[in-house]
């Protein structure tokens, strides 16, 4: 079953999927493409809802840079979960642009995968899972050590040994 | 070496964790073949023609003796008793289980080995010059660097997806012993017209079907910057490296198709913002690894060299060994000893779980406990005192690990090839015995002297035979293995790919070929032409004549 | 031409082959000779059975020649793959 997990939780998806739609809705909080935002940003933006955008995943967000402020959520596509230009896009989206609302991982998403995601700035997580939220909660503590820095605000390991050091 | 701290065991025993976790919903069905096969492949585990087969990892070809024996004590209880010592200074394991992998990485964990990254789309082990902290010939023992890239690629979140494989190959010294040349990512420490330490970062090299040699994306930039510079490249290949079809997936298809040029121009422009960030490297971090490699407390040796000169004067086979397989330390009074996997009718590269013990054995009795694995599928105890030379090599005699033939034309790289691999279409491990066999005498190997032959089993080139002086690709013909030759390529700072020789031969008219090969050169030689140098010399005519006849004949070829 | 579906078993990656009976043994001797096109359908319908059940990975059907009682794949990649590598380190012949 698919189930959205934001921010460590179950929660409903209050985003209409516009996506494949000829013809957007007059009202509601909508995730559009790339392709709809550019023909219709200018009537989106003026509406009172919510709005987001998804990105294909040969679709760079420098396309959507200058509008984040217009943006509730930005929805990133693994059309299947070996194409990883994702987790570049996301933390170009949190590190370079500053993008600090929803960033959501839709497509093809295994539970082995969430780490990573988290840690490269997902904060939401569509997954097709019976034990979603156990999938989640197992996923993002499967790993307590960490090389290298990727835009989360978790310690590394050299750090933790300069603290030691310290300590 | 480096050494584990908790953190390092930490993620280690996570890892295995996970791995183990992935191995059940596996052989639960819960998770289909399609969707564990890369999550294996990102533990080092594939599946060949027989059994499961396992890479493990051997951080820039340094192993202890500790871990040796742990190795054999694996290739015992899970294997068939024997391992491959690959040509980028890993060891593999055929015989493996699915449902033992994870206790086997559990094992290795509780000696500091993982076998984390080994294969999948994403950093594989870090290679480097083997002889790193000992040659005479470096400029800087490049070994932090190499555990600092290391730890940096390591479960690196964004880019464990990335297009293709990347391989990352690093030297210290201006002989390039590492081919950095056929790479994704070549460094190479060197020093800058003022006389300042950094590295020249090569990228897009590699072998496969494409081969293509690496072209400098930068001169030289401070050590301190490499690894933002690293990201910077990553990233880049991460958003546009073709994803549509594997076999143009590599960074070399980007930088190809973009021009090193623009390559370079996104590269810069990405690095420009971060290169000031995080990545930058810690003098403390640094100080912290370079402990690791400060070398051992040396005692104070005379030069030994007088009197080895007279034990070879009487015996020619210690001799022999001392010339091809013995190389100068920075140390006086110590020497650097290759252990060559390659005694003729040896299979390339593979060693018994008896002969690791006894490797281990001799390890630290003569080397302090430690060795390398080169990326020519051999050994090297790269600390051994002069004094001792004598009675290593008659241990080393006993294991069959001194046949005088280290760089000459019996020191065969192979790849495992149909043999063992699924991708393979033909065997490369008996041609290589075949040839091995025929240069077998102590005299022909000195008299042809440096000569460097690379068997591939399929275009996949994991033999790197474009590379080789001579180069051996087995082809399919018609169901029946054929082998292409190629000749004159080279791995060292002036790399080269080979040149076609012509028409694939069939397996039994191979030895014959390299024996012709072999007469044209030793014909054609002058002074102390290695092979290579006669053949950039003379071109590849005379060879093809020796080995297809004349222009105008009318021999059969096949 | 007679076909032998090969496959390697899940837990242990060994090469197996479809019997008779719906079973996977080690050993070509013992697997099941299709001779026609509904052996051969009814193989590939077994086989991707099992690989759907977890049994084997990547189940093929192969040419296979029998003389004198001898099987023989006609590829020398499966003839590697029935009766092993064709070197010998360690007890892998």
Sequence with gaps: ????????????????????????????????????????????VRRPDPIGVQLKSHEHPEIIADDLESLTVIALEFPTFKDGRAYSYAR???????????????????????????????????????????DFERATKEFTVWYQPSGDARQRAAELRRGQKQG | MYRYDEFDQQLISERVAQFRRQVQRRLDGELTEDQFKPLRLMNGLYLQLHAYMLRVNVPYGCLSAKQLRKLADIARRYDKDFGHFTTRQNIQFNWIKLEDTADILAELGEVEMNTIQSSGNCVRNITADPLAGRAADEIQDPRVWCELLRQYSILNPEFSYLPRKFKFAVTGSPNDRAAVAVHDIGLRLHLNARGDRGFE????????????????????????????????????????GRRDNIYKARIKILVNALGIERFRELVDAEWENIRDGQLKVSNEELARIDAYFKPPAYESLPDLDDELASLRRVDPDFDAWMTSNVAAHKVPGYAIVSLSLKAPGRVPGDMTATTMDGVADLADAYSLGELRVTHRQNLVFVDVKQEDLHTLWEQLTELDLAAANIGRVSDIIACPGLDYCSLANARSIPVAQDIGRHFAAAEKLQEVGE???????????????????????????????????????????????????????????????????????????????????????????????????????????? | MSHMVIANRLHDGLVVFLAADGSWVDSIARGWLAEDEPDRTRALQRSMEAQYANQVIGPDLIEVTE??????????????RAAGPTVQTGRNA
């Design chain 1, 1 to 44: 079953m698919m189930t959205l997990i934001k921010n460590g939780n179950v929660v409903e998806d209050p985003f209409i999927d516009c996506t494949e739609m000829h013809i957007l809705p007059k009202s509601g909080a909508l995730i559009v493409s790339v392709a709809q935002w550019q023909d219709h940003w200018e009537k989106l």
């Design chain 1, 92 to 134: 170009l989206l949190r590190e370079r642009y500053g993008f600090t609302g929803e960033l959501r991982a839709v497509g093809e998403v295994l539970p082995d995968q969430i780490h990573f995601m988290e840690r490269v700035g997902f904060n939401s997580v569509e997954i097709d899972s019976d034990n979603a939220l156990a």
């Design chain 2, 201 to 240: 970062v090569i990228v897009g090299g590699g072998q496969g079907r494409t081969p293509v040699i690496g072209k400098t994306i930068r001169e030289w930039i401070e050590p301190e910057h490499v690894i933002s510079y690293v990201e910077a490249i990553l990233r880049v290949y991460n958003i546009y």
């Design chain 2, 451 to 558: 000569l460097t032959i690379n068997i591939s089993g399929c275009m996949n080139a994991c033999g790197h035979h474009h590379v080789g002086n001579i180069g051996i690709l087995g082809v399919d013909k018609r169901g029946k293995e054929f082998f292409q030759l190629t000749l004159g390529g080279s791995s060292d700072q002036n790399a080269s790919l080979g040149d076609r020789l012509g028409p694939g031969l069939p397996q039994a008219e191979v030895p014959q070929a390299i024996e012709k090969i072999v007469d044209a050169y030793i014909n054609k030689r002058q002074d102390d032409e290695r092979f290579l140098d006669t053949y950039r010399r003379v071109g590849i005519e005379p060879f093809k004549q020796a080995v297809y006849g004349p222009v105008n004949s009318k021999k059969q070829v096949a």
């Design chain 3, 67 to 80: 003389q004198h009682g001898v099987r023989m794949p006609v590829s020398i990649r499966e003839a590697i």
